[in-house]
């Protein structure tokens, strides 16, 4: 079983800045997605962006340029660096985990951080 941990969400202005954090624990397999997806309300979970356990990256066209997927295979642990933060940038956030065991690909999800932008 796989655990995940998200912390570092808040209020911020527009323009301002936020590191959220999610932190792994658990029978992880070595071979995985971490990614971070957002809810805003009354809107379908999106994804935001995707790092591989190789390091590979993908984003959502709508944060390329501000926001940076990183992640520490030592901590097991994914960050998300989002800056010039918008309005429209409000929601709660999830990690997911998405383990590529020989048994067959498995998601876990974190309990989500709520991240607010005012105008």
């Known amino acids: 079983q796989v655990q995940l941990v998200e912390s570092g969400g808040g209020l911020v202005q527009t323009g301002g800045s936020l590191r959220l954090s999610c932190a792994a624990s658990?029978?992880?397999?070595?071979?995985?997605?971490m990614n971070w997806y957002r809810q805003a309300p009354g809107e379908q979970r999106e994804l935001v962006a995707l790092i591989t356990s190789g390091g590979n990256t993908n984003y959502a066209d709508s944060v390329k340029g501000r926001f940076t997927i990183s992640r520490d295979n030592t901590k097991n642990t994914v960050y998300l660096q989002m800056n010039n933060l918008k309005p429209e940038d409000t929601a709660v956030y999830f990690c997911?985990?998405?383990?590529?065991?020989?048994?067959?690909?498995?998601?876990?999800w974190g309990q989500g951080t709520q991240v607010t932008v005012s105008s």
């Open positions: 658990g029978s992880i397999f070595s071979i995985n997605h």
């Open positions: 997911k985990l998405r383990s590529f065991a020989p048994s067959g690909p498995y998601d876990y």
